[in-house]
């Protein structure tokens, strides 16, 4: 069991950063590849970002590709998402989420994650 807590949202102007987190219970975190979605309304929820057990591998949505960076600290049981030059567009609640099995990569469908934090709010206005 993994549950995961995210944290960093907020109203930003377009143009900005934030960067989110999301921290993980239990010992295992580092057997697990993470990954980011964010879920817009009216729209279903969609992939962001996804990260191995270990950090070396990383894989971008195109939408966000060159403007956010995934990363993790698995002695602080936690990932991370760095979003720059932000649009209006990712105006969104942004999901942290782990497969339920450890040790394997999971793609970029929502179905293929079964652990999931209760989002946080990123808000891109002037």
């Known amino acids: 069991q993994v549950q995961l807590v995210e944290s960093g949202g907020g109203l930003v102007q377009p143009g900005g950063s934030l960067r989110l987190s999301c921290g993980a219970s239990g010992r295992t975190f580092a057997s697990y590849a993470m990954g980011w979605f964010r879920q817009a309304p009216g729209k279903e929820r969609e992939f962001v970002a996804r990260?191995?057990?270990?950090?070396?591998?990383?894989y971008y949505a195109d939408s966000v590709k060159g403007r956010c960076t995934i990363s993790r600290d698995n002695a602080k049981n936690t990932v991370y998402l760095q979003m720059n030059s932000l649009k209006p567009e990712d105006m969104a609640v942004y999901y942290c989420?782990?497969?339920?099995?450890?040790?394997?990569?999971?793609?970029?469908?929502?179905?293929?994650?079964?652990?999931w934090g209760q989002g946080t709010q990123v808000t891109v206005s002037s």
């Open positions: 989420a782990a497969p339920l099995q450890r040790n394997v990569v999971p793609g970029t469908g929502p179905y293929e994650y079964s652990y």
């Open positions: 990260i191995s057990r270990r950090g070396g591998y990383t």
